[in-house]
């Protein structure tokens, strides 16, 4: 089956998708629903393929005759250097190598604000404000973008990078109120980044009322939240402007030791 582009939007492409049994995929498998999704992770599961991302043959194997990969697979929190090293920029140069060999023609990578996280915070952050890592799971997001860009630039690659903020169900903290994004906002999020063409780095964030983070990067690709945190604001209280957690973009990452998962 070969995805169809009708105007912004993809009807019936072909995923490979990995990590789909994580957090994130977990939310897209069942809002990706007009795709063929051809599911993968480290955990099998029903409907889950084992697949190995630090594995280039198996990774081959695994998107051959896709429109597009949508990868989610690796290390979701600080960890040892060698393990980040492994999966996520290993990982992530196996998931690029085999688009290229088999002509995919574009990838969303799952980055993280974290890529940018001893930055302080201030109103309208660029999208691609230069990666400042706050951890080593945060390098390794940085490094996964700039494969991404070399891999757009010596190949012509379409690859778009998610700076992917705090995405979970609801917002359970004061500094989620800034970064949250909805599940249906990630699906919103990876449905524009499945037809948005070049190297881009885009925040992945809900429409929420005291964002951070610039609109620029999302609206240039066709994406247009509708959530919005302030709804939990009651719930989840007042931030506290001097605590360390809302001065960068990475909040306590940013101060806790490196490699301490």
């Not at 998610?162 to 359970?172: M, S, T, Y």
Request: proline share 5%; hydrophobic share 40%; with cysteine.
């Amino acid at each position: 089956m070969t995805g169809c582009r009708l105007g912004n939007t993809v009807r019936m492409a072909v995923i490979l998708m990995t990590g789909a049994s994580g957090a994130l995929g977990t939310m897209l498998r069942t809002r990706l629903t007009q795709h063929t999704l051809r599911l993968t992770d480290l955990r099998p599961a029903d409907g889950v393929d084992a697949l190995d991302v630090t594995d280039g043959a198996a990774v081959e194997r695994a998107a051959r005759g896709v429109d597009a990969i949508v990868h989610l697979g690796g290390l979701a929190d600080e960890s040892a250097f060698d393990d980040v090293l492994d999966v996520n920029v290993r990982g992530s140069e196996r998931v690029l190598q085999a688009a290229y060999r088999l002509g995919v023609p574009r990838v969303v990578l799952a980055s993280s604000n974290h890529a940018a996280g001893l930055h302080e915070r201030c109103a309208s952050l660029p999208d691609d404000v230069a990666p400042r890592p706050d951890t080593y799971y945060g390098w390794s997001k940085a490094a996964l973008e700039s494969l991404g860009r070399l891999y757009h630039d010596r190949h012509g690659m379409h690859v778009i990078c998610l700076r992917i903020g705090a995405c979970k169900d609801q917002p359970a903290t004061p500094r989620d109120l800034s970064v949250w994004l909805s599940p249906d906002d990630l699906a919103r999020l990876v449905e524009a980044s499945l037809t948005a063409t070049g190297w881009r780095l885009v925040w992945g964030v809900s429409a929420n009322t005291r964002r951070w983070w610039s609109t620029a990067g999302g609206e240039a690709i066709g994406y247009h939240p509708h959530d919005d945190a302030e709804k939990w604001a009651a719930e989840v209280g007042e931030p506290d402007p001097g605590a360390p957690e809302q001065r960068t973009v990475g909040g306590t990452m940013a101060t806790g030791p490196l490699g301490a998962g």
